[in-house]
């Protein structure tokens, strides 16, 4: 009884988890702009305008890819872009080199 009633909803609640954590990241970059901007400023001295154009990109990035998964739209191109933003903070964070983070 319980399934037949749940069904149809748990297609929306599986994509939802599997894209929670870069809806949790790009609502907290954010809430966090200027931080996230100094950081990069800062590890990579770029500029506060290249780093802002990284925040932006990785901020649009993550947001668009979950609104089109959750949407059912372009669901295969919105996981090569979430798959890119993953790339693209692979190299800017330096966790290339983190051997326990990425063990983790």
């Known amino acids: 009884q319980f399934l037949r009633v749940t069904k149809q909803y748990l297609p929306h609640v599986a994509r939802l988890c599997l894209i ?3 809806l949790e990241d790009g609502i907290r970059m954010w ?5 996230q901007r100094d950081y990069i400023d800062g590890t ?8 802002s154009v990284f925040v932006f990109i ?3 990035g993550q947001l668009s890819g979950c609104i089109l998964v959750l ?3 372009f669901v295969q ?7 890119g933003i993953i790339a693209l903070q ?3 964070y330096s966790i290339l080199w983190d051997l326990k983070f990425l063990m983790r």
């Open 20 to 22: 929670s954590t870069f």
């Open 31 to 35: 809430f966090q702009w200027s931080e």
């Open 44 to 51: 990579w001295n770029c500029g506060y305008f290249l780093a």
């Open 58 to 60: 990785n901020l649009f």
């Open 71 to 73: 949407s059912r739209n």
């Open 77 to 83: 191109y919105a996981c090569f872009g979430l798959f």
């Open 90 to 92: 692979t190299i800017a």
